[in-house]
């Protein structure tokens, strides 16, 4: 008996020690997936908050240069050395050094003596020109080579004959690009003149050469102020009174295309510069405001119109700086006051510090936008930029924004593009739109087929059927979603194209058909009722909707053709306006819900089957029918589980990625068509961060858009399970 005590002390000891281990186990397992959550969360935070930091502006350095007469000033890629245009034809080349008095005029050509007028091309083409007293213009592009000066002949011949009169040139436009460069000119008579170029192969050689067109322009009346020549060498803008006159040059005669009143109705305007690549022109008004004009198509026609007007509290803008590749620029106020402005942003300015006393009489930014450079006479003033991403704001992220070329504000997901110059859209709810439409689609069909196949499965079925249809649902989750997205984006949208009346037809025809097939059971003598086994009335019912939705297929071309001219996909387009893609979010409803189910399902099934047999039993023995016991005792019973099974799809379906990434066109538009693609959060985060560069605002946004995904997964969850203890609370008397 000792013997046997001893056995059981040890046992009961050996018991202990496993409880305890497994209960500290799952004590750390829980903690470390709370502290890997709570690491995630904060990684995210990490990458993101850079993005919203302030914009800054720091003195560097300060000196003088005996460099007067100033017409431009260029700084170049590494920072390290300026080039300076004068009005009298000079280039000089400025070491810039952090140490003081390390600065100096290194080199000096001369480019044109005595020239009429000067011209910059976009900052990013780094071309100027100078105009002569003969109507002839030389075209040069600065280069550093060896820390030696050089110039480089963009195009054939420096020296270009644009006026054939040989008036002086008082005005120039120039663009130089690849494969085409434009050159336009103002007489001292007010007469336009203009050039065009376009690179083709020589017959002879094979080489590249340039081939030039001499437009004949037309009279626009009004002294020219400014101009400004598109980079594809196709539009002029010219800056002439009150209007600017946009003429086209894609003819050998330069036809006006439009003339535009840009004073809005208040000052006139005195100076008009691009944003990069052209598109958009920044005129400031004698009220020193600034505002955005760019071209849009309205009823067929290409107007200019107003997006922004820039001012400032303190003073009016002068000294409108555009950098290099982003669209945003700097401008000094009365005061000396400098202020940077972006155009996906608010009209409100994204940088502002009182760096002068009075404002200097010119400014640069560097092509990394990373440094200032003013000069006032003989004073210099170097400044160390810190904006890397002007692009990202609140506004752009979440509020609608003016792009160019839209016709109006908008909410647009388009990262990349083809060109540098391009104006980054980052907006977010096009994408968090995608995933919620998705998401809604999706439960749509999985909510219904899941709850009404956890209530039978639970309550109805027999226990041998049980044994063998739950465990094959649960399976189902196990399935690749991988394989999912595959088979819908390949085999599963062809199918809906072509039987898009078919899928209708059973979406209507097969819960009247499950309807009717109960009330026809119904109706049958009680004999016959009892030959069927109880739970087992699914074999009955399976057969019939099978032959139901073969006979919607059947019938789809025939309802097709008859209703619909053969085409239901034109028939929409055409007379509905509806679109059509074929990789749509019906689709990915369908597929999505496949996905879904399982998990819904198998959490809602356990609740009802876990209901106490007690409260059913006596529910009956009080002369309740069991449809009644279902509905008023059991599902109120399992509520909370089935809530929570619910609320798991939901947050299941806006984390899905690779159906959407496979099964959908991956367009981020924001419409509830159901026949139309989308885009989510997870399929953009996909497919883009492979690609995005390792610390842009592009790649910080993709991490953003993360962290929304995150947000929206640990709201659903958290409003789940307070709905759900709730729920537990309300009914736990039952």
Known sequence: MADAGAFLTDNNRNRQRKDRFARYGVIAGGISVLLTLVLIFFYLLYVIVPVFA????????????????????????????????????????VALSAREGQQAVTQQQAVMANPTSFAAALPNEHVFAYGDQSGG???????????????????????IQLDTQGQPLVQLAVSVRRQVA??????????????VFHRG??????????????????????????????????????LNGRQVTVIDLRHTVGRIRQQTDVSQGAGDPVAMTALSGANSLLITGNDGKVTQWFEVVSTG??????????????????????????????????GGRLTGYYMADSPAPVLESRLFSQPPDLMAVS?????????????????KVSNPYPEVSFSSLWQKVWYEGYPEPDYVWQSTSGTDESEPKLSLIPVVFGTLKAAFYALCFAIPLALAGAIYTAYFMSSSMRKVVKPTIEIMEALPTVILGFLAGIWLAPIVENNLIGIVLSVLVLPLVMVAVGLGWAML?????????????????????VLAGYLCFSLSPVVEQAYFGGDIRSYLTNNWGIGYDQRNALVVGIAMAFAVIPTIFTIAEDAIYSVPSHLSSGSLALGATPWQTLTRVVLLTASPGIFSAVMMGLGRAVGETMIVLMATGNTPIMDWNILEGLRTLSATIAIEMPESEVGSAHYRVLFLAAFVLFVFTFFFNTLAEIVRQRL???????
């Open 137 to 159: 213009v030389t075209v040069v592009k600065p280069l550093i080579r060896q820390g030696k000066l050089m110039m480089s002949k963009p195009l054939t011949s420096s020296y």
């Open 301 to 334: 026609q290409r107007q200019l119109i107003p997006a922004r007007t820039f001012s400032a509290d303190s003073g009016a803008l002068h000294l409108v700086v555009p950098e290099y590749y982003r669209k945003g620029f700097l401008a000094v106020q009365d």
């Open 367 to 383: 092509p990394r936008a990373d440094r200032l450079l003013a000069i006032s006479e003989q004073q210099w003033q170097l400044f």
């Open 728 to 734: 537990r609370e309300k009914y736990k008397s039952l």
């Open 182 to 195: 434009a050159l336009v000119g103002v007489t001292q008579d007010q007469r336009l003149v203009a050039k």
């Open 54 to 93: 302030p914009a800054r502006i720091t003195p560097v350095q300060s000196f003088s240069i005996p460099l007067t007469q100033t017409a431009a000033v260029r700084v170049n890629e590494q920072n390290t050395h300026a080039f300076h245009f004068s009005s009298e034809g000079q280039i000089s080349l």
């Open 201 to 238: 192969s020589g017959l002879d050689t094979g080489e590249q050469a340039w081939q030039e067109t001499q437009l004949a322009m037309p009279a626009i009346g009004h002294p020219v102020t400014d101009m400004v020549v598109t980079p594809d060498g196709r539009t002029v803008y010219v």
């Open 525 to 545: 003598p009680g004999g016959w009722q009892r030959k069927m086994p109880t739970g087992l009335h699914i074999l009955l019912l399976m057969p019939t909707l």
